[in-house]
């Protein structure tokens, strides 16, 4: 047999067996499962499910709905409501919660939920072994911070008991008049203890998985879709509005518009998902909702730096900051200009005026610093992250439109420095930066979770700024039972931050924007917190979809 | 004999290419667990880095990682800390490489007709149809063809679906959006392979002995021609089996490429170092498939 022959015969039986993988493939990857009554699109991929693991609000979204906290956030108002405890008494100073579990509370696969698996559950957020970044909100405890720092052994001293099977009682530092708010942070939520004992890091993949919320996790493919289905166990599965919920990972933006537009997702539910092209076009459209949460866009000086050692310098160069122009010229989304750190909207707190836009000013005060016109500055770096996704580039815009002001108001020169992310943060943490782009969301509602940041320890501070009249205010204020007072204290506090020493400068405050049609899904609504409880979300029958007809014609144009 | 000697030379090149890809990344700046939110207690960056032997030498934690390969464990993602770097490979693989056959398939049956009718037709306006053709699909890049074809074939026609991965209906634009630049260099290299076997002397040979045109060109020239698309074709294929970054990103493919982006920027160097691997064999068998290709279809090549 010569080779061409048997080279043909080779062939002929390659292809053969290439047309049956293709074949087999094809049949293979084709689907069969019911659709899902909602699909979400979900931003990025969450990192993790465990409550205890988890950071992005991406990956918090999802966790909710399959594990509970003591309390949960109400869907319209973001505050707390009562979870897996019914209620809670408060005593008379503010650091003792007895909290009450719900008599009839079991996991999915049908054991009781105790108080035992409360305590269970925020020990093991605390235990550093466990490697939690939000261990932090569970530091309110008396002892957590001492045990997670490692100088208590003995998780017994950390202040969360079972006083009986259904009681839980917590003792805290302080008067933390957000504690029930921290209770539905997902970090907080019941995990099952033997589960995560059999199969430790890859529990969640574990068949059946006990859940305490309202979702059983039927799969999470990475990058491709998690699905949900109603827990029957659920203490109020009765008001699981809906049976199945697919969530999906997007990573761009114009898939995400187009997922929506023909009809394959029902809500999307990160402002990063719109097309920033399109921004102004689409939020004119009654199916594009946006609201103000609890976000800030700012950055951060580099205080141990010259020039920036000086308050007057940081102040001159806040002061020429146009942030009218950057709202409505950079982001478009309906932003506000922000004077100060903590966002309006925030609990029981009004915020101090900042430093506004007043160039005149800022040029006397960079002479008396010793620039008169810019004169002898010396040149500096703006670090700011790519952003994700990249297509809309926000913060190289924002960079650019600074330098610009800067140059034209105080005649400062200024370089930009775009990094990595994971280098960017690095960069910030070890304070090898000038300027530096940063923003923050709300843990909680309320004004500790940002001003907390720039205390003179915080792991988050990253400034170099230390102050011990702004810690002590904070302080104060965390120990200060009465909100009026504790409002006061705060004040006095951001004031040092935003107006007399100025280690940062706030830009903007964020807005949340999700797009739904209303007349199809309910039980979403806009709220500070930018969170939206899955088992309240439902589609009305079959209201008739907004028509992209605007968009058609914002292409045409 | 010359095979199992490419075989056994794989070895130590993985090895060097593992080493490299495992001190490079080691080399960037930040690490996996750099976030936004400082850790709430040096504690609890001293467990962590102790928990993925990141406290530890980079040689030691490569011989570490070393062990494990040989158990055919690439490793646990740091930043999917549920997920292991196998899962991942797992799930994304069998998808990437479904997408690049079908585009394969695509490109091989758009390119290799048109490299040769325009080779067949030269001078002709087929061949300047078809070069125009090839020139343009090479030109424009996928992340401008595949938003093109989803408007007019999703948005506009509503023919096709945007997006995700379900049904054979899925699996119709994206193949094509990746296959069109693999099209157009076959289509290219094609032709240029039929213009040069039909200027040799073989083929003058057989044209001088009365044969006709068709049978000479489909069964002689042919085979000589599609030599440099088969050599070719090796690291194409390994290119389109382990997925395109903008392909699946525009069309929400959960395969591998969009891992093999991410994992870079999250420095998960697990995971970074396992795709690189993955990608390192795929290259090197397909080469080798490449080669063995070649002796059955050049009877002028024999290895030794």
Known sequence: ?557 | MYFLKRLIFAVPLLLVISALAFALVHLAPGGPFDRERAPASPEIERAIKAKYHLDEPVWKQYFRYLGDLAHGDFGVSLKYRNHTVNDIIAQGLPVSMLLGALAFGFAMGVGLPVGFFTAARRGRWEDYAGSFFSMLVVCVPGFVIAPLLILLFSIKWKLLPVGLWETPWHMILPPIALGLFFAGKVARLMREGMLNAMQSEFVTAARAKGLGENRLLLRHAFRIAVLPVVSYSGPMLADLLTGSFVIENIFQIPGIGVFLVNSSLNLDYPLIVGLSLLYAILLIGLNLVVDFAYTLLDPRVKYE
């Not at chain 1, 931003?43 to 991406?58: F, K, N, R, Y």
């Not at chain 1, 509370?105 to 269970?120: C, N």
């Not at chain 1, 700024?465 to 200060?480: F, H, I, M």
Request: glycine fraction near 8%; charged fraction near 20%.
């Open chain 1, 1 to 557: 047999m010569s080779i061409s022959q048997r080279a043909r015969r080779i062939f002929s039986r390659a292809r053969f067996a290439f047309c049956v993988a293709i074949l087999i493939c094809f049949t293979g990857c084709v689907r069969h499962e019911p659709p899902a009554d909602i699909t979400i699109l979900n931003g990025a991929e969450p990192q993790s499910l465990d409550p205890a693991i988890l950071s992005g609000q991406a990956d918090m979204r999802v966790a909710q709905g399959v594990f509970e906290g003591l309390t949960q956030f109400d869907p319209k108002t973001g505050r707390a409501i009562p979870g897996l405890a019914e209620r809670w008494e408060i005593s008379p100073d503010g650091c003792t919660y007895t909290f009450h579990l719900r008599s009839n509370l079991v996991w999915s696969t049908g054991e009781p939920i105790t108080a035992d698996d409360v305590v269970y559950s925020w020990i093991r957020a605390l235990n550093p072994a466990t490697a939690s970044e939000y261990a932090g909100q569970l530091f309110f405890l008396k002892n957590a911070q001492d045990f997670t720092d490692g100088k208590i052994k003995d998780p017994t001293q950390v202040g969360v008991h079972a006083a009986d099977p259904l009681t839980v009682r917590v003792e805290l530092n302080h008067p933390t008049p957000f504690f029930s708010d921290i209770c539905a942070i997902p970090v907080t939520s019941m995990v099952p203890r033997q589960t995560i004992e059999k199969y430790g890091d890859r529990w969640l993949m574990a068949k059946p998985l006990p859940v305490s919320g309202a979702y059983d996790l039927v799969y999470w493919r990475l990058n491709d879709k998690i699905r949900l289905r109603k827990n029957p166990r659920y203490w109020n599965a009765a008001n699981t509005q809906s049976d199945l919920i697919d969530i999906l990972p997007v990573g761009s933006a114009n898939a995400a518009l187009s997922l929506y537009e023909r009809g394959e997702a029902d809500i999307v539910w990160d402002a990063a998902l719109i097309p920033a092209g399109l921004l102004d076009v689409l939020l004119k459209r009654p199916d594009f909702h946006t609201f103000i949460c609890l976000d800030t866009y700012f950055f951060r000086f580099n205080v141990t730096r010259k020039p920036f050692d000086d308050p007057r310098v940081r102040q001159a160069l806040a002061l020429a900051v146009d942030k009218e122009r950057i709202v409505k010229k950079i982001t478009q989304g309906g932003e506000q200009p922000a004077s100060h750190l903590v966002p309006a909207g925030t609990a029981n707190y009004t915020s101090p005026e900042g430093l506004g836009y007043d160039p005149a000013r800022a040029r006397k005060l960079l002479a008396h610093a010793g620039y008169p016109g810019g004169q002898g500055f010396p040149r500096f770096q703006y670090m700011f992250n790519a952003s994700a996704g990249g297509g809309s580039k926000i913060h190289e815009k924002i960079a650019v439109e600074l330098q610009q002001m800067w140059r034209d108001q105080l005649g400062i020169q200024m370089d930009l420095r775009q990094m990595e992310w994971a280098a960017y943060l690095n960069a910030q943490s070890q304070l090898d930066y000038d300027l530096s782009r940063s923003g923050w969301v709300a843990d909680y509602n309320d004004a500790n979770t940002f001003l907390g940041l720039f205390t003179s320890n915080d792991g988050n501070n990253r400034t170099g700024w230390k102050n011990a009249q702004y810690d002590d205010l904070v302080q104060r204020a965390n120990q200060e039972p009465d909100l009026k007072a504790r409002e006061k204290l705060f004040q006095r506090a951001e004031t040092i931050l935003v107006r007399d020493e100025v280690p940062i400068v706030p830009v903007y405050f964020y807005v949340g924007i999700n797009y739904y049609d209303t007349n199809r899904i309910q039980g979403i609504y806009p709220n500070v917190l930018d969170n939206h409880p899955l088992q309240a979300i439902r589609k009305t029958g079959r209201g008739s979809r907004v028509e992209g007809r605007e968009l058609d014609n914002a292409n045409k144009q």
